[in-house]
Nanobody, 121 residues
Framework: VQLQASGGGLVQAGGSLRLSCTASGRTFNSYHMGWFRQAPGKKREFVGVVRSNGRSTAYADSVKGRFAISRDNAKEMLYLEMNNLKPEDTAVYYC???????????????WGQGTLVTVSS
């Protein structure tokens, strides 16, 4: 599946931002979808995941309670709502897809290009 993330930008600490990810090429509702991020000089890390049916989500501890993942299978869209942003959330954010749940939270098979989120203090 082809993925394209968008919605990044510059935001002040405490602010909010919503990222979107469009998908095409395969049956979107058969894929679990995830968000990952990579901060400068750091390894890419898991942010959160939503199951293919949209009924279950899971998050990294660092974003739990502040970020929310959702999907619209009819529109083949994935979203990441980010609230109460902190400077340490600054990173390139990537959307990812995989039909295997264990893989989607570790090494997804399909990746979109990243979108940069910068949080100023």
């Amino acid at each position: 599946v082809q993925l394209q993330a968008s919605g990044g930008g510059l935001v002040q600490a405490g602010g909010s931002l919503r990222l979107s990810c469009t998908a095409s090429g395969r049956t979107f509702n058969s894929y679990h979808m995830g968000w990952f991020r990579q901060a400068p000089g750091k390894k890419r890390e898991f942010v959160g995941v939503v199951r293919s049916n949209g009924r279950s989500t899971a998050y990294a501890d660092s974003v739990k309670g502040r970020f929310a993942i959702s999907r619209d299978n009819a529109k083949e869209m994935l979203y990441l709502e980010m609230n109460n942003l902190k400077p340490e959330d600054t990173a390139v954010y990537y959307c990812a897809a995989d039909q295997d749940y264990l893989r989607i939270i570790t090494t997804p098979g399909d990746w979109g290009q990243g979108t940069l989120v910068t949080v100023s203090s």
